[in-house]
């Protein structure tokens, strides 16, 4: 731990409350951050322009099925799948355009493998035709008149059992084989991630229960864990409802911090947030991830946490310029910016340390979700140092040289004078 | 300066339990005390979190009602209606019918009226259709539409039946907890999320089985096909009145209905849907599977009438627009009837219990549909969780490292957070999904926030020489504003996700508003407490440990 107790003699003050030995990074730090305005600006506009140039011509914007529309089939197999076989038997059921990604899981490889169609195979006539068909296809070793214990429900299995009743329970079985087929089925769903490779792994199950459904049922070599079906005319209505909270979003921001501090302010930190929107998308679009309902959601709560950071260093500025009369606007804005720093670093690093857990633990149906918070931390906290608070000095060099006055006057406008005066009574 | 410490910490402390009591009660605490009691208390526990259908494993759709079909359907009733009106009232016609029945369901035009009869034609629209107004078209023809305000409500009723009609078949299928809800705005849309329920297909059919059963006259029949028929009637090519052509229905597994034919049926109907009070599976002579079906008073006395005034005429039992079956009547029948036909038994009884249900006033169609397994559930649970639990100790443990004392002041704020979060939750009966575990991993991060902010002043104003009680007043005031702003913008978009988002997107919005909500309590008013309570039992001129 660094030995601390510089710092309090600059102040030329003795007391005998001091902050000794403390763990402290960030103190009295001098940056001038200002001044570095244009590397900020020059890696701003690199990233963005690699971002908006993958938007247009490279991977384009690449919508979920949730916006685009179409079907999607996970399915786990019993042993690692050949993509080649698999697409085979789609193609043979006329499934031509079909897509294959397989799943990378944290162990080397689950038996995973996302199959999705276009919009095209998915009309609102017969929606889960694509799906019935893809299901059909894997479906290859089907035995009539049986069906598949690895996408039987739990209902389908105990309509079997009861009407087959293979423990002579008469009449009032149906409580017990529904029992039973809970747990068959928990087995499956719980401990196997969803397969069975054999009857043999039905552990815990009466003898002539296992007989019996090895009469009635088959085992393909599939399972399917998630299927989602998004028609055409849902996927615009969505499209439209997530662009309308961005738009509302942003724009409830806006009057926010019109109302808190001066309109100028309220630009600067939106156009930050938007930056940082674009950035992230850009991200997305350079790695080819897939933007579905809850990476907007995510993008929204970037949108409130880059605002958040903004606003700790606007209240800052807003404070020093009170305080601190005679200085320049940029020397006021640097100020409070290092004092702000240690504040914005560790809070971005714990809220980071946070969102990197669920990134690598969250699993894969948050990937997009945690990779969009990722990025947006990273940028959102980097936009209020770099992007907001130079343009409001940028905007007011512009105003004092239209009015006349000399460049580095500070005479940005705060918030009104009541709010002042209640925050000093308190 | 006791400050009412005694009081504070008494009123923190019943609220962590208030709110504890929520979580581990649940809103219905006998149930949960017995669930207790019966399978121990983590089961317990997990009754009270009400989880998503991205957790539990489930079906979700979207249906969209096409309410075209009952407007038409009124259509057609006001089109009987003004044809036996006009007949009574002796005045000519050529033609009533719909034009374009896809593009304008609600539009009728009446041709052949002469001007002079205009008069008796308005008052019967007035009196008889008052759904309708009326308005000239060319060449003595008139157009009826329905009234703007009656077809908005006639689209709305459909939706809201059409809900009630799901609900019961639902119902009747044992599924638990089902949500049937209208979705979207104005777009007579339908939200149904089956929890549990893996293989929607069954579901599907009958949630989407239309049931309009009717019982008309067979004039004629049954022909091969539409032609034969055609050619066949006493004009060839043109139907007698108030006549259609109907196929009827197939059966691949029975010899005799394997080929559809065609039967020249009434256009009316004497009984619907409308007029059953019952419906159960049975059999019929030769053991097939049939439904038996009850007729309500008044159906019941309309039948008897048709079939006393028919004895020896054929009847044809119509579902969903097909001829089921025909039969020759021998006598009057009052109140009962059965139907035959293309059933196997598991058919049978699911249409007596669409039947019972009601029938579906439009057609439905499906717009959504998502299926999570459950295993994909169980994985993402155990996923979500561990990202939590790590996420959170991280936080935990730099706070102590990084601010020593005052570093357990955040740690037991933000614990406080997460129980008055869960609180929330169990007592709101509130929906935990995927999304909204991150919502509350994401609370922990951005509620530590609020901790930093004070803390950080804190040590500013130590540094400036602010005695300990001043510097932690003085922290406490500055970071307030800053608090206030940072939770309400996150707050903003949090509600504009739940107003926008859907089910797993919702969860997150809740999660992350009770527990930014939950902090700015615990960040402020709690954490002051215990800096109080500490400054208050050490000396002046001590360290404080930040």
Redesign the interface.
């Known amino acids: 731990m660094p030995a601390a107790t510089i710092?309090?003699e600059n102040?030329g003050?003795?007391?005998?409350?001091?902050?000794?030995n403390?763990?402290?990074f960030f103190?009295n730090t001098n940056i001038d951050f200002l001044g570095k305005k244009w590397y900020f600006l020059a890696f701003s506009l690199v990233f963005s322009v690699a971002g908006i140039l993958s938007l247009a011509f490279w991977h384009g914007l690449p919508l979920g099925v949730d916006f685009r529309g179409g079907t999607l089939v996970?399915v786990?197999f019993t042993h690692p799948p050949n993509d080649a076989d698999v697409r085979a038997k789609l193609d043979k059921s006329g499934l031509k355009d079909a897509k294959l990604q397989s799943i990378a899981g944290g162990q080397g490889g689950t038996n995973e493998l996302l199959i999705s169609l276009d919009i095209k195979e998915t009309s609102?006539?017969a929606?889960?035709a694509g799906?019935n068909t893809i299901i059909n296809a894997l479906e290859t070793n089907a035995q009539p008149n049986k069906q598949d214990l690895n996408?039987?429900?739990?209902?389908?299995v105990t309509e079997y059992l009861t009407n087959n009743d293979p423990l002579h329970l008469g009449l009032d079985s149906q409580q017990r084989y529904e029992a039973i087929a809970q747990q068959v089925?928990?087995t499956?769903?719980?401990s196997?991630?969803?397969v069975f490779s054999g009857f043999n792994q039905l552990s815990g199950v009466p003898g002539p229960v296992v007989q019996s459904l090895q009469q009635g049922f088959f085992l393909s070599d599939f399972?399917?864990?998630?299927?989602?079906?998004?028609?055409p005319?849902?996927g615009r209505?969505?499209q439209k409802?997530?662009i309308?909270?961005i738009a509302?979003?942003l724009a409830?921001?806006l009057i926010?911090l019109w109302f808190?501090f001066e309109m100028i302010y309220g630009v600067a930190a939106v156009v930050a947030v938007f930056h940082d929107t674009l950035i992230t998308v850009g991200a997305f679009s350079l790695t080819n991830k897939e933007i579905s309902?809850?990476v907007?959601?995510a993008i929204?709560?970037l949108?409130?946490?880059s605002?958040?950071d903004t606003?700790?260093v606007f209240?800052r500025i807003r404070?020093n310029v009170k305080l601190l009369r005679r200085e320049s606007l940029s020397e006021i804005v640097n100020k409070s910016i290092n004092?702000t720093l240690?504040?914005t670093i560790?809070?971005s690093g714990?809220?980071?340390?946070?969102?990197l857990?669920?990134f690598?633990?969250?699993?894969e149906?948050?990937h997009g979700?945690?990779f969009a918070?990722v990025i947006g931390i990273l940028i959102g906290t980097y936009s209020s140092i770099a992007i907001a608070a130079p343009m409001l000095v940028a905007y007011q060099e512009w105003r004092n040289k239209r009015e006349g006055r000399p460049a580095q006057v500070a005479t940005l406008p705060a918030a009104r004078t009541k709010e002042k005066e209640k925050?000093r009574a308190? | 300066m006791k400050k009412n410490l005694g009081l504070k910490t008494i009123l923190i402390i019943a609220i962590t339990l208030v709110f504890a009591a929520g979580f581990i009660f649940g809103p219905n605490p006998s149930q949960s005390i017995n669930a207790w009691k019966s399978q121990g208390f983590v089961a317990a526990l997990e009754q009270n979190i009400h989880l998503g259908l991205d957790l539990r494993g489930g079906t979700h759709l979207i249906l969209q009602v096409k309410v075209d079909d009952a407007v038409r359907a009124d259509a057609s009733a006001a089109i009987d209606r003004l044809k036996s009106e006009m007949r009574t009232a002796s005045i000519n016609y050529t033609d009533v019918s719909q034009p374009d029945p896809q593009g304008h369901p609600d539009e009728i035009v009446v041709k052949g009226v002469q001007p002079d009869q205009r008069g008796s034609l308005l008052s019967i629209v007035s009196e008889r259709l008052p759904d309708y107004t009326e308005t000239s078209g060319p060449d003595n023809s008139y157009v009826i539409t329905m009234k703007a305000s009656q077809l908005q409500d006639l689209k709305n009723r459909a939706v809201q039946q059409a809900i009630e009609t799901i609900r019961n078949r639902i119902d009747a299928l044992g599924v638990s907890e089902p949500v049937i809800e209208e979705h979207g705005l104005g777009q007579y849309q339908i939200l149904v999320q089956l929890p549990g329920v893996d293989d929607p297909a069954r579901v599907k059919d009958i949630m989407q089985n239309t049931a309009m059963l009717e019982i008309r006259q067979a004039v004629g029949g049954p022909y091969p096909n539409e032609q034969a028929a055609m050619e066949q009637q006493t004009t060839p090519g043109v139907l007698p009145p108030d006549t259609v052509l109907m196929k009827s229905a197939v059966n691949p597994s029975d010899p005799s209905m394997s080929q559809p034919q065609w039967y020249l049926l009434s256009r009316s109907s004497a009984v619907t849907g409308r007029d059953l009070r019952g419906a159960e599976p049975t059999s019929d002579e030769n053991g097939r599977p049939a439904v038996r079906f009850l007729l309500t008073g008044p159906g019941g006395q309309r039948f008897a009438a048709f079939t006393g005034a028919h004895v020896g005429d054929k009847l044809a039992v119509v579902l969903d627009n097909k001829v089921q079956e025909v039969a020759t009547i021998q006598e009057q029948i009052h109140d009962e009837g059965r139907i035959t036909g293309a059933f196997t038994e598991q058919q049978a009884k699911d249409l007596s219990m669409i039947l019972r249900s009601g029938s579906l006033p439009a057609g439905i169609q499906y717009l959504e549909e998502r299926t999570v397994g459950p295993s994909l559930g169980a994985d993402s649970i155990r996923h979500g969780v561990t990202a939590a639990v790590i996420g959170l100790l991280a936080v935990l443990v730099f706070m102590l490292i990084y601010y020593r004392g005052a570093g357990i002041n955040a740690d037991l704020a933000l614990i406080m957070n997460l129980v008055i979060l869960l609180g929330f939750m169990g007592y709101f009966g509130a929906t935990l999904t995927l999304p909204g575990i991150a919502g509350v991993i994401l609370t922990v991060g951005m509620g530590v926030d609020s901790n930093v902010l004070i803390f950080e002043r804190i040590r500013e104003e130590l540094r400036n020489g602010k005695t300990p009680p001043s510097a932690v007043d003085q922290g406490f005031a500055h970071a307030w504003i800053t608090i206030v702003d940072t939770h309400v913008t996150t707050i903003v978009s949090a509600v504009i996700l739940f107003m926008f988002g859907t089910g797993p997107v919702k969860g997150f919005a809740v999660t992350l508003t009770f527990g930014l909500l939950a902090n700015l309590f615990t960040a402020v008013f709690v954490s002051r407490v215990i800096f109080d309570a500490h400054l208050n039992r050490h000396r002046a001129g001590e360290a404080l440990s930040i």
């Open positions: 710092g309090l102040f003050v003795a007391s005998d409350a001091r902050v000794n403390e763990v402290e103190r996970y786990k609102e006539q929606l889960d799906k996408n039987a429900s739990v209902q389908a089925v928990n499956r769903d719980k196997l991630g969803g399972g399917v864990r998630n299927v989602e079906i998004v028609g005319q849902v209505q969505l409802q997530a309308l909270a509302y979003s409830g921001m926010y808190r309902l809850t907007i959601a929204l709560t949108v409130g946490y605002m958040n606003i700790v209240d404070e004092q240690s504040r560790l809070t714990l809220t980071f340390l946070t969102v857990s669920l690598l633990f969250g699993g149906v948050l979700f945690s918070l925050v308190r």
